[in-house]
């Protein structure tokens, strides 16, 4: 399972940083990434990593703001959030998948996490 924390509400300009915490093995064969969906629109992918590897893939969207990173010591993947805008703002959900960390559709995700909001003031 996987546990997605640390939304907060925040201004425009300002940093955050996600974590998701996996309650089982993560294997190298793993991907882990990071969606998220605003009010009334479907969910998008923001950022994904490879467990057994340094491959990463960011949505266009947050390229240059947002660092995906992993410590596989503590099982946990973590999203940092710099220069954050209010369109920023949105549920942000972790996933997981067996395969390549360059896919980017939520149903190539197999296990989820629940979501933790994240609001972003101008």
């Known amino acids: 399972q996987l546990q997605a924390s640390g939304g907060g509400l925040v201004q425009s300009g300002d940093s955050l940083r996600l974590s998701c915490a996996a309650s089982g093995r993560i294997f190298s064969s793993h991907a882990l990434g990071w969606f998220r969906q605003a009010p009334g629109k479907q969910r998008n992918f923001v950022a994904s990593v490879s467990w057994g590897d340094s491959r990463t893939k960011y949505a266009d969207s947050v390229k240059g703001r947002f660092t995906i990173s992993k410590d596989k010591v503590k099982n946990t993947m973590y999203l940092h959030m710099n220069f954050l805008k209010p369109e920023d703002t949105a549920v942000y959900f972790c996933?997981?998948?067996?395969?390549?960390?360059?896919?980017?559709?939520?149903?190539?995700?197999?296990?989820w996490g629940q979501g933790t909001l994240v609001t972003v003031s101008s």
């Open positions: 996933a997981a998948r067996t395969g390549s960390p360059y896919v980017f559709h939520t149903q190539d995700y197999s296990i």
